[in-house]
C-alpha cells in the first residue's frame, strides 16, 4: 500500500498524496488534471465536456445545509447585493497550474456563476455568482465534489490590507520616477568640469527638481514622518528619526541654493535616498500569503455542527448552538463546546487541546471539555456552555491575547538613539565653530551634516540580511511571519518545546508486539503486517511499519470503523482490533491493539510515541547555547526518556495545562528571551507570551494557533542551524554598521568643512548603500552555505513536493 | 540650445503618461498576484456563449473592486 502512495500523476507528473484521484486504474494529483487529462484523450479541443459533467453532487448529504442560513452568507461573503455576490475561499488543496484551470472554468459547471480567479500562490479562489440563479451551498457543494473542498472560517485575519501594498507599490513607482529624472536633469551641472553651465538652463533645471522632488516629499515619503513623529510621541526614537531629520534638511538646503541661484541643490540624491529605502521597507513586509499566523481558538473550530431537531438533524451554522441544544459528532469530528455525553462510545483524543497523547473513554453522563476529536463511532452531545464560554477558549481572554505583540525594538532602532544625538552634536559644534568666521558657511556645515548623515545605509542593511534570511529559512521550511523575527531568533537564549505533536509524532506511534501463546512473535506480526497494509488508520500504518519485508498478501479485507480490522491471509482469518472487537478480556485502558488469528488471541500491540527523527543530536547541538524546557500537558511517563535526550539541566515539566504553560514562560522573561515551540491550541497562550513563537506542523497549511513563524514538523532537527543563521545574520547587520559609519566619516570630512557639493553627495550615498546591501545579501547567503544550507538541494527538494517551488518564496502580503 | 526647455517639458509629459498607466495598474490589481497570470496564459480562449451573462465582466470588476475597499479599510 505505501508503494501505491509513491506514484506520480500521470497528467503531470507530480507525486499524488493521499487524497489522489484515481479513474480507471489510473492515479492524478488532483481532479484538475483528472479532467484534462479526458479532454485531451478524448480528442475533444472543444471542451463542451465541462458543460456535460456530471458530477456526483453530494445532493443527498446535508453536509453544507448551514450555508442556507442567511447570517452565515453574510459572514462568509465579501460583497452581496441583489444581483450579485462574491466570495472569497480559501482551497488548500489548489496546487498547480491544472487547479488553477479547473476552478476558472467552473462558470461553465454551475449556471449561476459567473467568473472565479484563482491566486495559485495564496490558495485562494474567488468567485463571483449571481444569487438569483444559484446559492452559495450549491457552489460549495461542487467545489467539494470536485475535490476542492474550502476551509471555511468566517472570522477575517489579520493581514495587510491589498490597499496597503498598493500604496508602497505606487509610493516606489513615484519615487522611481522622479528619482530617475532628477538624476538626469543633475548630470549637467556634475559632467560641466571647469566651464559652468549657463544660469538660464541652470535655474530651469533647479526649479522643474523642485517640482518632481514635491510628490517624493509629500507622498513617497510620507511614511518615514509618520513614524517618526508616532515614535517621538511614546518617547521612541526609532530609525525613522534620523532618517526624517535627514530628509527635511535635504530639502530645506536644496530648495534655499535653488531659489538664491547659489547652488544645485541635493534633489536627486534625496529623491535616490527615499526610492531605496522604500524598496527596503517592501523587503520588510515580505510574508507568506498562503500560510496564516494570526489563528485564533474560532479557526480551529467547525463553522457548522449537526443539531438534533425534533424532526431528525440539521446542519447550523456554530454560533447558533445554544445550551440545551444536542448534537451528534461523528467520527473525527471536534466536540464544539462544552458538553454531557448523552450516548454513543465516546473516545475523545485531546492531544491538540491539552497536550495528553492517549485518547480518553467517557461514560454516559460525563461532562466532556470543547476541542476534542471524537475518535470512535457517532456520540450524542447535550451543550452545556456556549463556544466562547468553554474552559479551552477561556484561555483567549488572558492578557498576551488582548493586545498585539510588541517587538523587541531592533538593532538599528537601538542604534538610532545614540546616532541621531550624535549627529546632532557634531551639526551644532561645527555650526559653531564656523559662526564667527561666515554665518554663510556656518549654516552650509550644519545642514551638510544633517545630509551626509542620513542613515541610509544602516536603514537599508537590516532589510536585505534579515530578508535574504527569511528568504533562505522559507526554502528550508521555516516560515517566519516577516523577516523581523530574523533578529528575534538571533536574541534567544532560553527555549522551551511541548511534547505531544511537537517533539513527537502528532499521529504516528511505535508499535511494540506482545506474544501470548500460539504463533512466534515473527510469525504473528508477518500475518499482521499484511492485514494492516491495507488500513489507513494511524495504528494500523504503525503495524505495518514493522515488517517492510513481508510479503504475504491479503486475500480479503474489511475495516470496522472505530473498531478494527479484518483480514483473510493465506486461508487464515486475521482480526487486529480493539479489546471488545477481539473478544479479548483486559481492564487496561491504554492504547492496546489485540491480534486475533483464527479465533484465538496470540497476543497484542501496544504503541509508544514515536519522538521525531534527529531528536537526541538536536539537544546535543542546542545544550551548549542555551538553557532548555519542557512543558508537556501529558503525564510524566515519559520523563526517564526525556531527561536522557535533554540533559540533567532541563527543566522538565508536567501535566500543564494551557495557563501554567503560559505563566511559566511570562516567568522566564523577566530574565531572558524565550523561544516557545509548539503546535497545539493548548500552546496558544505560550506562544503568544514568549519572544519568539514556532508553530510545529506536519502540515503547514492546517490550522496551527497564532505564531511568529510556521515550522514543517520534519525540519525540527535542524533548529540548532536555523538559530546559528539568525546569529550569524545579525553579526552580518552590525559588521554593516561599521561600514556605513566609515563612509559617514568619509561625507563628514567634507560636510565639516562646508566643502559638501551636491556631486560628492551624489556619489558617496548611492555607493554606500549599493555596498551595504550587496554585502548584506552575500554575507547572509555565505554564511548559510558555511551553516550547510544547501539551497539548491531544498529547491529541488521543493519542486518535488506537489508545492509550486515560489511558494517557498515570500511575497508581498495581499488578501 | 534652448529648445532643451521644450525637449524637457515634453519629455516630462510624456513619461509621466507612463506613470500614470502604472498607476492604473496598480489600481487594476495587476501587481497583487505576479505568479498566476504565468500561468494562465497558457489556457485557451474562453468560448464567447458563456460571458455574456448578466452583467459584462468588466462592471462586475469595478463594482467588487470599490466595495472590497469598502470593506478592508475598517
Known sequence: MSNAKRTSCVQCDLPCREDAVAIDGQHFCCSGCATIYRIINEGDTNPAYLEDIQLSRAGSSDTYSFLDDEEMQLQLLSYRDDNHALINLSIPRIHCSSCVWLLENVYRMETGIISSNVQLMRRKVSIRYNPKATSLRRIIELLSSLGYAPELTPVDQKQRTPAQNRTLLLQLGVAGFCFGNMMLLSFPEYLSGTENVSANFRNFFGYVSIFLSLPVLFFSAKDFFRRAVNGLRHRRITIDVPLSLGMIAFYIRSLYDILTASGMGFMDSFAGLVFLLLIGRWLQERTYGALAFERDYQSFFPISVTRIEQDGSKTIPLFRLKPGDRILVRQNELIPADAVLMAGDAKIDFSFVTGESAPQRYEVGAHVYAGGRQTGTTIELQITREVSQSYLTQLWNEQPFRQPKHPLSNFADRVSGIFTIAILLIAIVSALYWLPIDVVIALNAFSSVLIIACPCALALSSPFALGQAQRLLGQYRLFLKNPGVVETLAGISHIVFDKTGTLTHSKETKAEYQRICGETAEEAISLAVAAAKLSAHPLSRSIAALGSSSIREAMSFEEIAGNGIKARVEKRTIRIGSAEFTGAKTSNSETVSYLKIDNQIVGYFTFRQAYRTGMRGMFNLLLPSYSLSLLSGDNAAEETNLRNIMGGAAALHFMQSPKDKLNYIGRLQENESVLMLGDGLNDAGALKQSSCGIAVAEDVHSFVPACDAIMNADELQSLPKFLKLAKHTLTIIKMNLGISLAYNLVGLSFAIQGTLSPLICAVLMPLSSISVIFLASSGVHLSAKYLGFDSEKMQAQASSISEPAKSYLPTGAAA | ?74
Open chain 2, 1 to 74: 540650445m534652448s529648445v532643451i526647455f521644450l525637449l524637457i517639458i515634453i519629455g516630462l509629459l510624456f513619461s509621466g503618461c507612463f506613470l500614470a498607466a502604472f498607476f492604473w495598474a496598480v489600481g487594476n490589481g495587476q501587481y497583487d498576484d505576479d505568479y498566476t497570470p504565468s500561468i494562465r496564459i497558457l489556457f485557451d480562449d474562453k468560448p464567447s456563449t458563456a460571458s455574456t451573462k448578466d452583467l459584462s465582466h468588466t462592471e462586475i470588476e469595478t463594482k467588487t473592486a470599490t466595495r472590497i475597499n469598502i470593506v478592508t479599510e475598517d
